[in-house]
């Protein structure tokens, strides 16, 4: 099906592992976010791309790392996951950055021990 | 620094109420304007947008908004709140030309009870 895909739906890991997040999206769309959502916070920017090989840091990118081989693929790494990672991930994508709808996948909940 | 905020952190309301939530913004320029709702327990979802024309927009499931420039405000409203709109809004903004991506409030949860 059509669509923007993450996994996993749910992680659980320890202080200094490294985890990556994955995204999937179908529509050939050009740009590609992450997203993290913490109470009190909202939705922060942690990275976006425009395109293949093409990405740029958003509002909080600190101990993330981001890659685009592929249009449709724009996983999130944590190299080195701390406490203050946890928070619930979400990845989105638009074929117009400016007025164009954001169209955001179910989530990733991170847990950091 | 850009900022969008958003005025009230929780907002209760008994069925058939109308529902207003206040946004305002920080950007010097011409911006589009979005509210997202997220469903609990699932992702967002676009309500409505404003990039140009007509300031009061219409969107999905009976919601308003209108942008007031002189205000910097584009608040969110519906004439009658139904138990199924309990969710979390969100207000976004980025800048009309600017490739700059869509900044969020910290969002509003609303709570509609019987």
């Known amino acids: 099906d059509a669509g923007i895909t993450q996994s996993p739906r749910y992680k659980i890991t320890e202080t200094g592992r490294q985890v990556t997040l994955m995204c999937h999206q179908t529509?050939?769309?050009?740009?590609m976010f992450w997203y993290r959502q913490d109470l009190g916070h909202g939705l922060r920017l942690i990275y976006y791309?425009?395109?293949?090989?093409?990405?740029d840091k958003g509002e909080v990118p600190d101990g993330y790392v981001v890659s685009r081989s592929k249009t449709e693929n724009f996983p999130l790494t944590l190299e080195s996951a701390t406490r203050s990672q946890t928070s619930v991930y979400f990845c989105?994508?638009?074929?117009?950055?400016?007025?164009?709808?954001?169209?955001f996948g179910e989530g990733s909940r991170l847990t950091v021990l | 620094a850009q900022s969008v905020s958003q005025h009230n952190h929780h907002v209760i309301l008994s069925e058939a109420a109308s529902l207003e939530l206040g946004c305002n913004y920080s950007?010097?320029?011409?911006?589009?304007l979005f509210w997202y709702v997220q469903y609990p327990g699932q992702h967002l979802q676009l309500l409505l947008k404003?990039?140009?024309?007509?300031?009061l927009v219409k969107g999905i499931k009976g919601f308003e908004a209108e942008f007031i420039k002189s205000k910097f405000s584009f608040n969110l409203r519906k004439p009658s709140v139904q138990w199924s709109d309990t969710a979390e809004y969100f207000c976004?903004?980025?800048?009309?030309?600017?490739?700059?991506?869509?900044?969020f409030g910290k969002g509003t949860r609303l709570s509609v009870i019987a």
């Open positions: 950007y010097g320029g011409t911006v589009n």
């Open positions: 791309s425009a395109a293949a090989d093409i990405t």
């Open positions: 976004a903004v980025n800048l009309n030309s600017g490739n700059t991506p869509l900044v």
């Open positions: 989105a994508s638009t074929s117009d950055f400016d007025t164009g709808e954001l169209f």
């Open positions: 529509w050939s769309h050009s740009y």
């Open positions: 404003y990039f140009s024309g007509d300031p």
